[in-house]
């Protein structure tokens, strides 16, 4: 399952997004915004992250206007990973690099087209694990305040 959210500014693109879903039968819960209009991104951050720390979904997807804030927001939930992401190679490196678990991007800096490629390749990634696991470590101890630096 695949959580989904978006502020006004991130909202159309969040539809094409789900219909490429829908098309593909890839299920995913959409956590908002429902319509264009103003709303603030950080709720919607919070719900589609704690979605997948509970558990309940794999990996999100989260647009604003920019992808930015709403990557800022996600991050402050423990044990999320959230990569704003505006081209095909980082989309595809944070999922083997990075473990990403959510892609954050900006509805009034892409285009659907190149969005819904930037979807598939993070959706279909796996982590390559390796040395970058522990690369990965490091970042959720310094989230978890246990990190020593050398
Ligand atoms: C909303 O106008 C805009 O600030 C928001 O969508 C996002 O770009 C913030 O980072």
Request: proline content about 1%; charged content about 25%; overall charge negative.
């Given at each position: ?73 996600a ?7 959230a ?13 083997l ?54």
């Open positions: 399952m695949i959580a989904i959210g978006a502020d006004h500014g991130g909202y159309e693109l969040k539809e094409e997004i789900k219909k490429y879903l829908d098309g593909k039968g890839i299920e995913y819960k959409d956590y908002g915004t429902y319509s264009p209009e103003s709303v603030d991104y950080a709720a919607i951050a919070y719900k589609v992250g704690t979605a997948i720390t509970s558990g309940e979904c794999e990996r999100g997807i989260l647009c604003c206007g920019t992808g930015i804030g709403i990557s800022m927001a991050n402050k939930v423990k044990g999320i990973r990569a704003c992401c505006s081209d095909y190679f980082s989309a595809k490196f944070t999922r690099h990075n473990d990403a678990n959510i892609l954050c991007m900006g509805g009034r800096v892409v285009g659907a087209g190149l969005a819904l490629e930037m979807v598939e390749v993070f959706l279909n990634t796996g982590f390559e694990g390796g040395r970058h696991q522990r690369r990965v470590d490091q970042i959720m101890a310094i989230q978890d305040g246990t990190f020593e630096a050398e």
